[in-house]
């Protein structure tokens, strides 16, 4: 990220909009990623922090935990794929480390310090790398929403669900904005 790329961020916990939409997102959904006979049930979550003008919404999915997807409320400047050249903010490929680690501040971190084992996996796998105390306690199998980053990430821009006053987006057919 350059300077001149610097986005402000905050926490949208006291932003009356940011709950109603925290509210219009966090439902239980069914979802697969190859075939419907892999479908899983699942809550998608809102991040808490808010990025720029928090006008558009991306998801992020990280690659180890498809379908299952975060909502992030971004800055309208922002940039994503093919419309990159026209945006004057970043895109949002830039923007993944700074947000991933928000996540992880927000929701925990689902590998271990040490060896970088998946919490995720039970107690017997984690220990066969790994004897800290992360891998041995017997209570720390990670849990969706918790991230596990390794092998990268997927996004893409999404529109803000019924019920909000929106604008078209100038930079995409997809993603529409919160009305200014």
């Known amino acids: 990220m350059t300077e001149e790329h610097r986005i402000e961020k905050r926490d949208g916990s006291g932003d009356a909009v940011h ?18 006979a892999d479908a899983i049930n699942f809550k998608p979550y809102l991040l ?18 498809r ?4 909502v992030i409320r971004a800055c309208s400047t922002w940039g994503s794929g093919f419309d990159r050249d026209e945006a004057t903010g970043p895109d949002f490929a ?4 700074d947000i991933l680690t928000e ?6 971190r689902g590998r271990c310090g040490y060896s970088g084992n998946s919490l995720f996996w039970p107690k017997y796998e984690r220990v066969r790398n790994c004897k800290c105390e992360e891998c041995t306690d017997r209570y ?3 849990r ?4 596990d980053d390794y092998g990268g990430c997927s996004w893409s821009r999404t529109d803000w669900p ?19």
Do not use: C, H
């Open 19 to 36: 709950q109603r939409l925290r509210k219009a997102i966090e439902k239980r959904e069914r979802a697969y990623l190859w075939t419907p």
């Open 48 to 65: 808490p922090t808010i990025f720029g003008d928090g006008r558009a919404l991306f998801t992020l999915a990280t690659i180890n935990q």
């Open 67 to 70: 379908p299952r997807y975060w």
């Open 94 to 97: 830039e923007m993944t480390d």
């Open 103 to 108: 996540l992880e501040e927000s929701f925990g």
């Open 140 to 142: 720390a199998t990670a």
């Open 144 to 147: 969706w929403p918790t991230v």
């Open 162 to 180: 019924e019920g909000f006053e929106t604008v078209l987006n100038p930079l995409s057919g997809r993603g529409n904005l919160l009305a200014a």
